[in-house]
């Protein structure tokens, strides 16, 4: 049983920045790719931030240049830089492994991201 556990998650102006956790259980999380997904409302999950076991990473167009996606395996956690918040930004943001992204099982509760204009 695999548990996904985000936080840091809130309420900023537009501009400001958060970080987002992800806290992951389950064996070989080292080698797991990893990646953050957000939910708008009304839109579709759509992949936000990965990040490969050996630290390769991508973005969707959107976000490249503000958001910065991260992991430390020894404490198998995986991180998301968020500067220069948009209110398009405002969405629910969750992480996963994408292997299993098509399962609905696997994800968390998500946290909460809320961008003010």
């Known amino acids: 049983q695999v548990q996904l556990v985000e936080s840091g998650g809130g309420l900023v102006q537009a501009g400001g920045s958060l970080r987002l956790s992800c806290a992951a259980s389950?064996?070989?999380?080292?080698?797991?790719?990893m990646a953050w997904y957000r939910q708008a409302p009304g839109k579709q999950r759509e992949l936000v931030a990965h990040?490969?076991?050996?630290?390769?990473?991508t973005y969707v167009d959107s976000v490249k240049g503000r958001f910065t996606i991260s992991r430390d395996n020894s404490k198998n956690t995986m991180y998301l830089q968020m500067n220069s918040l948009k209110p398009e930004d405002t969405a629910v943001y969750y992480c996963?492994?994408?292997?299993?992204?098509?399962?609905?099982?696997?994800w968390g509760q998500g946290t909460q991201v809320t961008v003010s204009s």
């Open positions: 996963n492994d994408p292997r299993y992204a098509s399962l609905p099982g696997s």
């Open positions: 389950g064996s070989h999380f080292s080698i797991n790719p």
């Open positions: 990040i490969t076991s050996g630290g390769t990473t």
